[in-house]
């Protein structure tokens, strides 16, 4: 009863004075230690570790945007051995404690934030970052990474190798659509565009080709330094460094754009002859696609063909499409396509990555017509012939999902449904689309309704109906005419 009671509770009393006391004296002291909150600014927070993509939601960060990228790499294929300095030009979009990177298979041995060491921790892809003092919101910054680690060939989630893949003499980097943490640290976003200078160190002998133009090359000490500078933002998935046994030659167009070719001397020579020819065309169809869709829109052009047999694929790379191989004259109008057709013009998200392989698609179609191949009506109606049942039609092109990014449905079902679209609001309207969707959103992000908002602006017709069947549910479509065996 009571001296039972006082025995039980009689032990609480001196704890909770212990523990008040402790509070009391721990306040003084963190407010000392930080700045503390400031009336009327936003407490210092961390960054997100996610940058919100609804495929990708661990890729990007949240909390500051990249402007710039300055990245010295070293890299000897024959150990595989990759080390670097990165060093980031940022500006805080919120009050950050910390903020992440996106930084995979590979490790920060520091990073320096203007010029202070900061403490972090790495796990899971993100190199989370705390600098000695917050950042303010609005507020520029640098970060300089020094990292390193031994690459290999990793794999996306259908399965294809992308990112910084090892080859036996050198690398073939393809980052899309996450890929670029494999090789440096970065907001790996394609909301988050920026510049970027890349110098890359390799063995004598060995050529280093990256996005933008070549500014010098030095060697010392067996390695020659090849540094390379892109001056129109890239999204990061565009960004390539892809080191082989590469032979450089530079040509102008009439226009006098540089166009800046690698090309594997490791292929065979009819191989090699057979690139050549091909390449040779890329002036012709970057006029083609300047009387479709408006100027080019960066400061160079070219290609990088490798002799590699892993990758199997080619990708947009930004002003220097790479190739696994031998590329077919379609995939070369494809790549050139993609540079107004998802790297000026880019989706925000990879859901719309559509936007990017559907219009590429139709405007390969259109290249392939215009030099005496089959008509994009042709095409269409090939497709279009296919039975319900046909893979084709099982994937909504407007939201194919991350394993089947690269479906068949995401390119030639895309490329069908904008010539449905040409189809049914005509020609002219269709041709004033297209060069308004490049111009109005060049440099920028979109999204499958802010293609749909245009078309209707353009034609003075309701669209919903006709891009929910094309684009976001799977199924046949009705071909409303379209089909020349229909009509
Ligand atoms: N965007 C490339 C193209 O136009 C395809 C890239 C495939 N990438 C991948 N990780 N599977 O054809
Ligand atoms: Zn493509």
């Known amino acids: 009863s009571p001296s039972m009671r006082s025995s039980l509770t009689g032990p609480a009393a001196p704890v909770t004075v212990l523990a008040t006391a402790l509070l009391l004296a721990a306040a003084p002291a963190a407010g000392a230690a930080t700045a503390g909150p400031v009336p009327g600014e936003p407490e210092p927070r961390a960054g997100s570790t996610g940058g919100g993509d609804p495929y990708f939601p661990a890729a990007g960060n949240g909390g500051y945007e990249v402007e710039h990228y300055d990245l010295d790499l070293v890299y000897d294929p024959a150990t595989r ?11 805080a979009t919120e009050a950050l404690a910390s903020f992440s990177l996106d930084l995979r298979g590979l490790t920060a041995e520091s990073v320096h934030v203007d010029g202070a060491a900061a403490a972090i921790t790495q796990e899971d892809g993100e190199l989370v970052v705390t ?98 500078s892109a001056a129109d933002p890239i999204a990061s998935y565009l960004t390539t460094a892809s080191v082989g046994d590469y032979d450089l030659t530079t040509t102008t167009t009439a226009a006098g754009l540089p166009v800046i070719d690698a090309v594997d001397r490791d292929l065979d020579a009819t191989q090699r002859a057979v690139t050549t020819a091909r390449l040779s065309l890329q002036p012709a169809m970057i006029d083609h696609f300047t009387a479709l869709l408006g100027p080019y829109p960066f400061t160079s052009a070219g290609a990088i ?179 020349s065996s229909q009509e």
């Open 305 to 483: 063909v490798d002799d590699d047999t892993v990758a199997g694929y080619a990708l947009e790379t930004q002003t220097r499409p790479i190739y696994a191989g031998v590329p077919t004259e379609s995939t070369i109008a494809h790549e050139i396509a993609h540079q107004w057709l998802g790297n000026s013009v880019t989706p925000a998200t990879w859901r719309d990555i559509w936007l990017n392989e559907g219009f590429a698609t139709w405007a390969e179609w259109s290249w392939d017509e215009a030099s005496g191949g089959p008509s994009v009506q042709e095409r269409f109606d090939e497709e279009y012939a296919r039975p319900e049942d046909d893979d084709l039609w099982a994937v909504a092109p407007g939201d194919p999902g991350a394993e089947d990014l690269f479906a068949e449905a995401v390119y030639t079902r895309g490329a069908m449904a904008l010539h449905a679209l040409e189809a049914r609001i005509g020609e002219e309207a269709f041709a004033t689309l297209l060069r308004r969707w490049v111009s109005e959103n060049a440099g920028a992000n979109v999204t499958t309704a802010d293609l749909l908002a245009l078309a209707e602006d353009v034609s003075g017709e309701q669209l919903d109906d006709f891009f929910t069947l094309w684009i976001d549910i799977p199924g046949k479509p009705d071909d409303g005419g379209v089909a």
């Open 131 to 228: 600098p000695e003092e917050p950042l303010a919101a609005g507020a520029a910054f640098t970060a300089t990474v020094r990292y390193g680690g031994t690459t290999g060939q990793p794999t996306d989630p259908s399965g294809a190798v992308y990112g910084w893949v090892s080859t036996d003499d050198g690398a073939f980097v393809a980052n899309e659509p996450d890929a670029a943490s494999t090789w440096y640290p970065v907001n790996d976003v394609p909301t988050d565009k920026a510049t970027y200078a890349i110098a890359v160190a390799v063995p004598e002998g060995l050529t280093a080709v990256a996005n933008g133009e070549l500014l010098s090359t030095t060697t010392a000490g067996g390695l020659t330094t090849w540094s390379w």
């Open 81 to 91: 051995a990759l080390t670097g300095t990165a060093a980031l030009t940022a500006n």
